[in-house]
């Protein structure tokens, strides 16, 4: 492993190096509490009380309520069962409590002008034409 002297670029080896290592904590961390989740509670959505099975399992995510993925506790009081669907939804929520009541998303707030365009104002004219 090379030292970074003054005035070099930096060790692409050393950043590669730091990046899977994070990488790999972070794969173990999520498989380590989802499985535990998965073994102490049901597989049902905490949400809309869908049902899962093994072929549909990898649907069911694990989600922390405190929204801090570092607070494990053992006995999982900390996680919900929630589907794909439900995660998604409560982390846009988290989210825009967190921005403030007035968050958009995904919504232009400027209003647009009318489309002027017409794709098929020649249509009737081509069509014409081609019959003859």
Known sequence: MKRRTAGSGIDTGKLD??????????????????????????????????EFTRENLHELTVHHKDHDHDNNPADGSNWENLCLYCHD?????????????????????????PATHQPFAALKDMLRNKDK
């Open 17 to 50: 190096e730091v990046v899977a290592k994070a990488r790999r904590g972070a794969d173990q961390r999520m498989r380590g509490y989802r499985e535990q989740s998965l073994r102490m509670h049901p597989w049902v959505c905490a949400r809309c009380g869908r």
């Open 89 to 113: 939804w409560e982390h846009q929520k988290y989210s825009q409590q967190v921005k403030g009541a007035e968050a958009m998303f995904g919504v232009t707030t400027e209003p647009s002008s």
